[in-house]
């Protein structure tokens, strides 16, 4: 939540001015609207909510390491942000529709599968 700075006229939640005379909840207005302004603006710029796109960066970050890797899915989860293995297996089925460990699989059957340039 933004802070509110000073306590006279002029003050300013989330950048914007605050009148004063209306007690707490004008302030708690103020900085609740701020940030649903912030999130709304974050949702039209990225084209889905912000949490979305975190877990999608985060899923995407997985992906290489599983393609560039021998490290553990316990391993990645943790270094990518998520809480846990089941986690990361969990948001990493949804996004791209198989388990990190079948992903890797077939990343690296694929890989062999082509010839070699030269």
Sequence with gaps: MPAVQGDREGDLVGGRPVAHGGGGEQVAHRAVEGHHRGHHDAREALGMSPLRWVLQQRVRRAQQYLETSDRSVGWIAATCGF????????????????????????????????????
Excluded: K, N, W
């Design 83 to 118: 809480g846990g293995a089941a986690s990361l297996r969990a948001h990493f089925a949804r996004i791209v529709g198989m388990s990190p460990s079948a992903y890797r699989r077939a990343f690296h059957a694929r890989a062999d599968a082509q010839p070699l340039a030269g």
